[in-house]
């Protein structure tokens, strides 16, 4: 186990650092410059010299590799730098802004589920063919639409003609429902989508057939027994839904003028504000690694088939590290195609098959 755990968390890291360097890489290929940004309208009325002075001043007049590799050193350190626009420290940007987003992105993710689950349940519980049919095609109709489409209705309805819900600057939960229902829509399509397949697959399973033939009756195996068993592929996408609600609140708090870090993205990269674009990138990435590592320690928990399979191979590495003599033998008892599994457990081929059609469901 704490391999494994050492392996996620080396992972994680790793994906924190291609992010960053991606984003560094692509903010420097734009073809605008920070600094004609920052000067707008006044850039015809500065000098070379006070361009170029303003240049040093945040390290542009530095060779590429040069201001990379500051960045990183500082990030090890904490400091973000400072915005180019705001002249402000990016960490103290960044924290004043997290707290509306954090907000909205908790509810718009119950919400998701909520809908997604309920609506995947139904999906896959009803007995009507043609119900099933159309019940089974909204996720994917959902998944296909933009949030911002699903936010121009809200606010359309429920602001504009049917005056419930407030459209814009609004605070409290009343202005909190329209712009977190705009990211819940096609976030919990996403979600109905998965569970949904999910539930069709785990009723042909055996256990659930035998209950049935049993006398239990369809509504109770599936609430029982099945749903149960299918939720553990909705675990597996659950950094996927916290990375699509973070990037999803860039645009909905754009469209319903609401406070937080969305917008100061948006600001952000439409000036070429390359230290804040930076940090916010950083954030993201933390949100999406931790969600996943968390779910990856998790995961074992409530699954005895990972669990037997991580504690197999845990054992056939101890096995191999005491009996130098055993090496070639153990090497093949912890080999997923020769291995003796007990009920209940699976390879690691089989585990990685069962992650993979989990994902894609």
């Given at each position: 186990?704490?391999?494994?755990?050492?392996?996620?968390?080396?992972?994680?890291?790793?994906?924190?650092?291609?992010?960053?360097?991606?984003?560094?890489?692509?903010?420097?290929?734009?073809?605008?410059?920070?600094?004609?940004?920052?000067?707008?309208?006044?850039a015809?009325?500065?000098?070379?010299?006070?361009?170029?002075?303003?240049?040093?001043?945040?390290?542009?007049?530095?060779?590429?590799?040069?201001?990379?590799?500051?960045?990183?050193?500082?990030?090890?350190?904490?400091?973000?730098?400072?915005?180019?626009?705001?002249?402000?420290?990016?960490?103290?940007?960044?924290?004043?802004?997290?707290?509306?987003?954090?907000?909205?992105?908790?509810?718009?993710?119950?919400?998701?589920?909520?809908?997604?689950?309920?609506?995947?349940?139904?999906?896959?519980?009803?007995?009507?063919?043609?119900?099933?049919?159309?019940?089974?095609?909204?996720?994917?109709?959902?998944?296909?639409i933009?949030?911002?489409?699903?936010?121009?209705?809200?606010?359309q309805?429920?602001s504009?003609?049917?005056?419930?819900?407030?459209?814009?600057?609004?605070?409290?939960?009343?202005?909190?429902?329209?712009?977190?229902?705009?990211?819940?829509?096609?976030?919990?399509?996403?979600?109905?989508?998965?569970?949904?397949?999910?539930?069709?697959?785990?009723?042909?399973?055996?256990?659930?057939?035998?209950?049935?033939?049993?006398?239990?009756?369809?509504?109770?195996?599936?609430?029982?027994?099945?749903?149960?068993?299918?939720?553990?592929?909705?675990l597996?996408?659950?950094?996927?839904?916290?990375?699509?609600?973070?990037?999803?609140?860039?645009?909905?708090?754009?469209?319903?003028?609401?406070?937080?870090?969305?917008?100061?993205?948006?600001?952000?990269?439409?000036?070429?504000?390359?230290?804040?674009?930076?940090?916010?990138?950083?954030i993201?990435?933390?949100?999406?690694?931790?969600?996943?590592?968390?779910?990856?320690?998790i995961?074992?928990?409530?699954?005895?088939?990972?669990?037997?399979?991580?504690?197999?191979?845990?054992?056939a590495?101890?096995?191999?590290?005491?009996?130098?003599?055993?090496?070639?033998?153990?090497?093949?008892?912890?080999?997923?195609?020769?291995?003796?599994?007990?009920?209940?457990?699976?390879?690691?081929?089989?585990?990685?098959?069962?992650?993979?059609?989990?994902?894609?469901?």
């Amino acid at each position: 186990m704490p391999r494994f755990i050492l392996g996620r968390l080396g992972q994680a890291l790793l994906v924190i650092f291609v992010a960053y360097t991606v984003a560094f890489l692509l903010l420097y290929a734009l073809p605008s410059d920070p600094i004609s940004l920052l000067l707008g309208t006044d850039a015809g009325d500065v000098t070379e010299a006070q361009r170029a002075e303003l240049a040093a001043q945040y390290g542009f007049d530095q060779p590429l590799i040069v201001q990379y590799w500051h960045h990183l050193t500082s990030l090890l350190t904490g400091d973000l730098g400072f915005s180019v626009q705001q002249s402000r420290d990016v960490v103290a940007i960044l924290l004043s802004a997290i707290g509306p987003t954090l907000q909205l992105a908790a509810f718009a993710f119950v919400l998701a589920l909520v809908f997604g689950l309920g609506l995947g349940l139904w999906a896959a519980g009803t007995r009507t063919s043609w119900l099933s049919q159309i019940l089974l095609g909204l996720p994917s109709l959902g998944v296909s639409i933009p949030a911002f489409w699903f936010g121009l209705v809200l606010i359309q309805l429920f602001s504009f003609r049917w005056q419930i819900f407030p459209a814009f600057n609004a605070e409290g939960l009343a202005g909190l429902i329209l712009p977190a229902a705009t990211l819940a829509l096609p976030t919990g399509a996403m979600v109905a989508q998965v569970f949904a397949r999910s539930l069709i697959n785990v009723q042909r399973q055996p256990f659930a057939t035998t209950a049935r033939s049993k006398g239990a009756g369809h509504r109770y195996v599936l609430l029982r027994h099945v749903s149960r068993n299918a939720l553990l592929p909705v675990l597996t996408i659950t950094g996927l839904v916290v990375g699509q609600l973070f990037s999803g609140t860039v645009v909905t708090e754009t469209v319903f003028s609401r406070p937080g870090l969305g917008r100061v993205i948006a600001s952000a990269v439409t000036s070429q504000d390359i230290p804040v674009v930076l940090g916010a990138v950083l954030i993201g990435a933390l949100l999406y690694t931790l969600t996943n590592l968390v779910v990856d320690l998790i995961y074992p928990l409530i699954d005895p088939r990972l669990r037997a399979s991580i504690g197999a191979r845990s054992t056939a590495r101890r096995r191999k590290s005491a009996s130098p003599a055993g090496a070639s033998g153990a090497a093949v008892a912890a080999s997923p195609d020769t291995v003796s599994l007990q009920p209940g457990e699976v390879s690691s081929d089989a585990e990685t098959d069962f992650a993979v059609k989990a994902t894609h469901a």
